[in-house]
Each structure stands twice: as structure tokens, then as C-alpha cells.
């Protein structure tokens, strides 16, 4: 039975992004740093010595972990740096499938054709369904995708949109009760379009009698489907295998068992993803799953691949033939990609379907990607207490010195003290992590769509930052909640 419409749809807020401060709003990595370049201060000063020398280290301290430099402070971007040093001089931001030559190896059995971080992953066909999983034996997860489609949100009236809304609530709390899940990942895509169910539609429901009229029908849809678009939802959903040791021991243990218990987690997602009117398909085969990722490594693929249902469909050959990185672009075959993460939701209150310009807007390929993360309840309440206690001391110690406590650091304690109530109504909590990627022919193309991505975004009421020297990592985040 259908829940009654009120007509009225509700406005959200979302919290602001915690900064893991512990005094003065200065964190742990800004703290070490201004004590490192005290500490010559202190010893010239003990010892008798001139401070000539100490104090420009402490001046130089002070700026690193101080001054902001492209929405970061300066010490912030030491890792980040050398992260990208180490890699170029590894020869890591450069990949090339081995396929001739003496340099040529066979893969090992059962592993993706995929470049840097997702090389180890492995795949795992279900024995029961045929479903293809993908095993992360570092982070020990096991992956389910299945593809969903669902009617025009914005084009319902207002109280349809909050029922599904309270819907989707659901499926999050459905996801996170067990225990078990590491991630859910929600992927929008826009790809370039085929025609190709265009075509099927006419060649089924069309009359090709020869005349004008169906010759110029025929003809419109010749042209129009190649230059249209379309757009594709999957959800992956993660097993943590370390969390439901015990329960994968009881279903047969190791990849099988994990696959049994995955499998038993889709069932349980698929209903409730129909109890929220959204249309789940049949987890991917091996084939459907190599053109998801192809299509991802490189979009103008996705119209070939779609009138063409024989080819592509090989999982070990469904990685890149090359891949190089820079700071701020990753090229993969003949595509250019630009990631950009969704660095603060709206903050002031804004209604379901706030994402609209930029998931609506045409002549853009893109990649939209949420990834959901349960909290355990028992950590969850750990680090908001831990939270809570930063901020309510840190506004003790600023009282002391007689500053005040500004409006956001009571927004950000606002947020702690009602993610803390929800803990202990039975709510789960959960991270959401939102990373947008933006693929392009050329590299100049690339940036004229990134501007309209970022200018939508802000339409959306969201701020985005480009993730610079970490662009390899990203990317393969946004297909694969890795």
C-alpha cells in the first residue's frame, strides 16, 4: 500500500565537512608542524645561541601550516606532493597493455586488464546466478553491480518526490543494518547515444511502407539517435569480507561463501529498491560488466559497442591500452577526464533534486558518483563524541583568551550534537563521498566542459574542487567503490 501524499515536500540540510581540528581549530598535522619549527626557537634559547637562524624556521613553519593555497593549507599538500614525486620517478603516472613483444606476459588468471590501484583486482563469477564479482583482495571486499532504472524525479509532483525520498532513506537503512556492506555506490553516467534503441523501437512499432512519411520518419531517426544522449544509473554494492567473517565461514568460507552472502544482500537490496519504485536489473555478467568499464575508461566506445552486441565483451581484454596522468587530467585512449570532488554539500536548506543542473545539463559527458559508507554504530559514536569534545574545549580555550567562537564552528557542533541524537534514536550513519568526473575528445575541450561542470555545480548549490596530483586514484574511485 502506497503512502498517502501530502503535497508538501521537505527541505534538507547536510553537515558541514568535519576539519578533525584539536585546538584553535588547528589539526594534529598543523600542530606538528608549527612544533617542529618552535622546537630551534627553544634550543637557541636554552643553549645561548643566537635566534639569527631559529626564527625564519619558525616564519617558514608558521606559513606551511597556515597559509591556504587552492582550498588547502601548504602542509596539506606535502603528501599529496610527494605521492606524485615518488610515482614520476617510478614511472608510475604512464601505463601500456603489454599485448606484443618480448615484454608481453599473460595476466594472471581471474585479474582485470586495469591500470595503477585496481591491477590487483580480481573477478569472481557467482555459481548460482552467472553474476560476475569483483574481489578487492587488499581491502578484502567483494563487489555486486546491477543496473537500475527509475522515472524522471523532477517531473513528479512534489509529494511523489518526498515519498521516494523517504523511500531511499530506507534503502540506505536497509544497506547498513546488516553489518556487513562496506560501501554502496550510486553511478550516474552520461554517455554519447547510438540510435540503436531508437531503431529497434521503429523497426518493432513502425510501418516502413514506402511512403514519404515513413521515409522521413526513418530518416529523423537516423540522425537524431546518434546525436542524442544517454543515461545510465548502476549501483555497486561492497561486502566487507572482515566484517562478515563469520558469516562467510558458515556459508562455505572464502570466495564462494562471501559470493552467497553477497548474493543474499543484492535479493535484499533489489526489494528494497523496488519498494522505493526503482527498477533493478540482473546483476552484470561478465560481458555487461567489460563494457561498463570500457565505456568508462573511454565514452566514445559506448555507441560501437551498443550496435555492435558481440564485441567488447571480453572482461580480461575491458581495460585501457594506455593511461597517463598529469597534475590535473588523466588520459585514457582517446579520451580526456578531469575529476573534480564534491568538497561541501549545500549548507543552507535546499530541497530533493537540488542536483539537477548538473546532472540535467546536455553537451557534457560525465560521471556522477555517490559512495555511501556504513559507520558502525559503536565507532560512529566514538568519533562524534571525540568531535564533540574538540569542539566544546576548543571554544572553552578560545573563551580564555578572550576570542570568540565564530558561526562556523557552532554550525559544525550543531552538526555533531544532531548526528549524535540520531545515533541514539537507532539511525545509522553513513559517509558520502561525491566525486564527478568530466571526459572529453581533447584536452581543450576537456576544460571548456569542466568550467560548465563546476559553473552547474554551483548552480546546484555544491562546491567542487579539482583533485590535483591525485587524478589516477580518483578516477578509478568513481567507477569501482575500490
Known sequence: MSTPSTGRLGAVTFSRLSKR??????????????????????????????????????????????????GRHVIDWVPIAASWAWRTTTGQLHYRARLTGRAARPRPAGTLALPGDTAALRQFTDPVTGAVLVHDPHANTLTAFLPVTHPAFVLLDPGEQQRRVNAWGRVLATVSRSGHIAALQVTERTLPGSGASLVDWWR?????????????YADLIDRAGPA?????????????????????????????????????????????????????????????LAVH????YDPALGPALDRHPTLGRELAAAGPIAVTETWGN?????????????????????????????????????TVSLTYRPVRADVAMRELRRRR??????AAQRARMGQ????????????????????????????????????????????????AVEQAAIQASVETRRLWGQQAQAFARSILPT
Request: charged share 15%; glycine share 10%.
Open 293 to 296: 568499464l570500457r565505456t568508462a
Open 404 to 451: 570568540t567562537t565564530d558561526a562556523t564552528d557552532r554550525a559544525e557542533l550543531s552538526d555533531v550534537l544532531q548526528q549524535e541524537a540520531d545515533l541514539a534514536s537507532g539511525h545509522s550513519l553513513l559517509t558520502a563521498t561525491g566525486l564527478i568526473t568530466i571526459s572529453a575528445p581533447d584536452a581543450g575541450h576537456l576544460e571548456h566542459d569542466v568550467a
Open 228 to 288: 542524442g544522449e544517454q543515461h545510465a544509473t548502476t549501483i555497486a554494492l561492497s561486502l566487507d569480507m572482515n566484517a562478515a567473517a563469520r558469516t562467510v565461514r558458515a556459508a562455505g568460507g572464502g570466495l564462494r561463501g562471501a559470493a552467497a552472502l553477497l548474493r543474499q544482500e543484492v535479493e535484499t537490496l533489489t526489494i528494497a529498491l523496488r519498494a522505493a519504485d526503482l527498477t533493478p536489473g540482473e546483476p552484470y555478467d561478465a560481458g555487461r
Open 21 to 70: 581540528a584539536l585546538i584553535l581549530g588547528l589539526t594534529a598535522t598543523q600542530l606538528v608542524t608549527i612544533g617542529l619549527g618552535t622546537l630551534p626557537l627553544v634550543i637557541a634559547l636554552y643553549s645561548g645561541t643566537g635566534t639569527l637562524f631559529a626564527i625564519p624556521v619558525l616564519v617558514l613553519a608558521a606559513a606551511v601550516a597556515l597559509v591556504p593555497l587552492g
Open 204 to 216: 518493432t512499432h513502425g510501418i516502413d511502407d514506402g511512403s514519404f512519411a515513413s521515409r522521413t
Open 330 to 366: 588523466l588520459r585514457a585512449d582517446g579520451a580526456h577526464h578531469c575529476v573534480l570532488w564534491i568538497s561541501q554539500w549545500p549548507q543552507a536548506q535546499t530541497y530533493p533534486g537540488f542536483l539537477a543542473p548538473l546532472l540535467l545539463s546536455s553537451g557534457v559527458q560525465r
Open 389 to 394: 569534545t574538540g569542539h566544546l574545549s576548543d
